[in-house]
């Protein structure tokens, strides 16, 4: 797997129902132990809510759990995870909270709510792409410099650390596929003198 969507950042939007109002959360996570202390945390926050169904994907491991938390079995839980798996996300975590307004939605208007509300989570989120990264490091004087740095920008190149000591050493990550022919133009452009090193590898936002 060289790319995955997940969510950018914790957040969080709501509606109303019938006077039920309902609460989506979403929340990167990596591991079990995440999810669970996430979930853990919103139960926390809402303990007085009637309920909070949740359902989470793991990358590693390809880990699925949801729970309907009281409701109806097959209405909140399985249509929460299947937001998930619709929108390909994984390493996220979805909390839908509901406050009972006393009026019953039946067993469809349960499943568009809960669908609803993983939905607004997610898109509240902000869905993003993952892409497996090469971690590089280009060596050069201070009179190569200026060169540099608009060629990664120019190549998709994202430069994370830039360390001035008697050189300068520019640390950048860019896709894999895009590796060599952005070495290959750090090379031309100083004439030979700087061959960028690669350090290793990891997932980025692209």
Not at 63 to 84: C, H, N
């Amino acid at each position: 797997m060289n790319e995955y969507k997940t969510v950018h950042k914790e957040a969080y939007n709501e509606f109303t129902e019938k006077r039920s109002r309902f609460i989506g959360y979403a929340c990167p996570v990596k591991t079990v132990d995440e999810a669970n202390a996430f979930i853990s945390r919103i139960k926390q926050k809402h303990w007085d809510a009637k309920h909070n169904v949740y359902a989470y994907i793991l990358k590693d491991g390809g880990i699925k759990r949801y729970s309907d938390d009281g409701e109806p079995q097959g209405t909140a839980g399985i249509p929460v995870l299947d937001v998930l798996e619709k929108s390909q996300t994984v390493d996220v975590c979805v909390v839908v909270t509901r406050y009972f307004g006393g009026i019953l939605l039946g067993g469809g208007g349960l499943v568009r709510a809960y669908s609803h509300g993983a939905k607004i989570a997610l898109d509240a989120g902000e869905i993003i792409t993952m892409s497996l990264c090469s971690e590089m490091k280009a060596e050069c004087d201070y009179t190569l410099y200026g060169k540099i740095t608009p060629i990664i920008a120019a190549n998709g190149g994202k430069i994370t650390d830039t360390q001035f000591t008697d050189k300068v050493e520019v640390y950048y990550t860019i896709v894999g596929k895009t590796e060599e022919k952005l070495s290959s133009a750090i090379f031309e452009a100083t004439n030979g003198k700087v061959m960028p090193q690669r350090l290793g590898e990891k997932f980025s936002a692209v």
